[in-house]
């Protein structure tokens, strides 16, 4: 990937629960995770309604997406390498780090919730499709 951007441009919920556009610290992938450079996320109700139905502030909003694997972080084995194309979902539940959220040009996911897409799936709708 070359030197490491500092941080990562995201769409983020603030402490008012309002969506902005905002400069995140680089996601560091932890044990077990994915480094992903996001191509494609997509947007559906929760992304709003975690604001206003669960009350949930300061982090990055979405939740399904499709990317290129940068890194993969696991003493386990893994079919995962750099520069996979990838796809997955994101149950964060009630304090998400800002590391996830599919909303950011940079993002980090478990490894066991993410897949690999076929050559002739359009990246488009793999970013959509686990959440159908």
């Keep these: 990937m070359g030197s490491t951007p ?10 008012n629960g ?4 905002r400069h995140v610290p680089f996601p560091e992938p932890h044990e077990g995770e994915l480094l992903i450079k996001v191509l494609y996320s997509g ?3 929760a992304d709003t309604k975690s604001i206003d139905f669960f009350g949930l502030k300061n982090f990055v909003t979405g939740t399904e997406f499709c990317g290129e ?5 696991t003493l386990a084995p893994t079919s ?3 520069g996979d194309i990838v796809a997955g979902v994101l149950s964060w539940g009630q304090n998400p780090p800002l590391r ?8 980090t996911i478990p490894a ?7 050559e002739n799936l359009p990246l488009q709708a793999a970013a959509g499709l686990s959440i159908v």
């Design 18 to 21: 309002k969506i902005v556009v």
């Design 112 to 118: 066991s919730l993410a897949w690999k897409v076929p």
């Design 100 to 107: 996830w959220g599919t909303h950011q040009e940079f993002m």
């Design 43 to 45: 947007v559906n109700p």
């Design 6 to 15: 500092a941080t990562s441009r995201a769409l983020y919920a603030d402490e």
């Design 80 to 82: 995962f390498e750099a």
């Design 69 to 73: 694997v940068l890194e993969s972080k």
